[in-house]
């Protein structure tokens, strides 16, 4: 009989998200902060008509003074000028073209709100003539993002209520009403994401994942959630997502969120992520060094369904199964040894030389499972699945796998649109050579090594899929967790792929993504 070891309890609900209040106004305040995004001197006479004369000279002054560039990602901090505690002025020269994007205007407000964090008075973001700013409080509600949960003792200064950031634009109605459409459920969700991705592997496992879903999705019409257990899975024959949770006493979980808006499709699009809680790397132990922060990697299963809570919760008129293929990964005296061989939902058999190569292998059924019950539209497996695409990419580009011409310029169309960067690399056919098995349909990895990681890995995955079902892969191992902060969120968990699903998704187009 296996003995549990004992853990440390925590509370499964995270509390509620200490998200910083984002409000419009027509008109700034003269008091508390002022952030001014300039693209040019001559914006201070149109963005910084809001000041004083006499203030407003002394801010040119001193953008003369420090010869500031107005580049984007630049910033000048002005102190002691009229009623404000703080002028912050943001370079907002676009980067390419002569206006702004969505994602400059993002981070112009991740960039705002993350700059004036500590402030003591509400502060004031002036988005007139900007473009739209809803996408700039977007940005700040993204950039404001905390971890919702914090198990230190004693809570850190910088835990207290955050000030509200106040959009100032001349139609403040229509800007609010916009960002209550789309951009809060979109932010909401990135930080539903991130949360998940942050929390130990003792807080979220498979079990808690699905109830941590269930919690969140509470309430949201038209969707419905489904979590296949391990008596279930055995009886449809889930053999691959079984053996990669054998090791540990945490069971593992096959977690589906349907959301049908209004008006929408029969055929869904599926959206599959791995979702492995934590990975010991199994039999095949990874090394002890940074092994912690492999409780990220059940980001692209997190991601998955975010980007389903975030459609949903903005009733957006799309069909989308969110897929999370649950386990951990850990390794005892039943866990799956090197060289064994299991047989897929849809009954292939697969020899597995390498347990640490476990996300494809619960991607597997995923996949099966998912293209047999659903006959959907298009298949995204989203995965932290290969240390080679990070090779390969840096941390500048998720890896894009597709053998559909069509589905995979959708991809890159959103990735654009959301500032979430993909790169195509190669499906060669070469790859199905390199997991020929001598005793299976297929193997995990390549024999021998030399071969195309991040390709082999994508390829493994396709082979669940049927030729004609419109596929990709998105390998996010090195965008996941980042070490440096970002514009629109700080060093860690990114939640990256809910921005990207979510533009893909509204503006998929089925008759194109078929196209090879």
């Known amino acids: 009989m296996r003995l ?42 149109t963005r910084g008509a809001v000041l004083d004369p006499a203030v407003r000279a002394a801010v040119a002054r001193a953008l003369a003074s420090a010869k500031f560039e107005y580049k984007a990602g630049s910033s000048l901090s002005l102190r002691g000028l009229g009623g404000y505690d703080e002028i912050l002025v943001l370079g907002a020269k676009p980067a ?17 709100a993350r700059a004036t964090a500590k402030a003591e008075r509400p502060t004031a973001f002036v988005a007139a003539g900007l473009g739209d700013p809803a996408q700039a409080a977007v940005g700040a509600a993204l950039g404001a993002y905390r971890f919702s949960a914090d198990y230190r003792t004693k809570k850190p200064a910088d835990r207290a209520e955050p000030q509200p950031l106040v959009v100032i634009t001349p139609d403040a109605a229509a800007a609010q009403a916009a960002f209550e459409r789309q ?3 979109l932010a909401e969700a990135v930080a539903f994401t991130r949360d998940l991705i942050t929390e130990p592997a003792n807080v979220i496992y498979p079990e808690s994942f699905v109830e941590r879903t269930r919690a969140a999705f509470k309430g949201v019409p038209g969707v419905t959630i489904e979590a296949l257990d391990v008596p279930v899975m055995q009886k449809m024959g889930m053999n691959a997502i079984l053996s990669v949770g054998m090791g540990s006493p945490r069971p593992p979980r096959l977690l589906l969120v349907t959301y049908k808006g209004p008006g929408a499709p029969e055929r869904p699009v599926a959206l ?21 922060k492999m409780k990220n990697d059940m980001s692209g299963a997190a991601a998955a369904i975010g980007a389903v809570l975030s459609l949903a919760k903005s009733g957006a008129p799309v069909h989308v199964v969110g897929v999370a293929a649950l386990a951990e990964n850990m390794p005892d005296g039943g866990a799956a040894r090197p060289g064994d061989v ?18 494809r ?19 995204v497996n989203l995965a932290t699945l290969t240390g080679a695409v990070g090779t390969a990419l840096g941390d500048d580009y998720a890896g894009l796998f597709s053998r559909h011409d069509g589905l995979a310029q959708q ?10 960067p993909v790169w195509r690399l190669p499906l060669h056919p070469s790859y199905a050579k390199d997991l020929e098995s001598p005793i299976a349909d297929i193997r995990d990895i390549a024999e021998g090594g030399g071969a ?64 090879k």
């Open 4 to 45: 549990a070891a004992a853990v440390l309890t925590l509370a499964l609900a995270a509390s509620a998200a200490e998200a910083r209040p984002i409000r419009f106004a027509a008109q700034a305040p003269q008091d508390g902060g002022l952030v001014l995004p300039l693209a040019s001197e001559g914006d201070l006479a």
């Open 96 to 112: 390419e073209g002569n206006a702004l994007t969505a994602v400059d205007l993002q981070n112009l407000g991740g960039q705002a």
């Open 183 to 185: 951009g809060r459920a």
């Open 272 to 292: 599959t992520g791995k979702g492995i809680t934590f990975d010991s790397g199994g039999t095949s132990l990874k090394p002890g060094s940074g092994m912690w």
């Open 342 to 359: 299991i047989r897929a939902y849809n009954g292939k058999s697969i020899e597995r030389l390498n347990t640490d190569a476990e996300g």
């Open 361 to 379: 292998i619960v991607l597997s059924d995923a996949t099966a499972y998912v293209d047999s019950r659903f006959k959907p539209a298009a298949i």
């Open 411 to 420: 991809i890159e169309a959103a990735s654009k649109a959301t500032g979430e």
């Open 452 to 515: 195309a990681g991040a390709g082999i890995g994508a390829h493994f995955i396709g082979f669940f899929a049927e030729p004609e079902t419109p596929w990709a892969h998105l390998d996010i191992a090195s965008v996941a967790w980042i070490d440096r902060d970002q514009p629109t969120a700080p060093k860690g968990a990114q939640g990256y792929g809910v921005r990207l699903l979510d533009t893909f998704v509204r503006n998929f187009d089925g008759g194109q993504a078929a196209r």
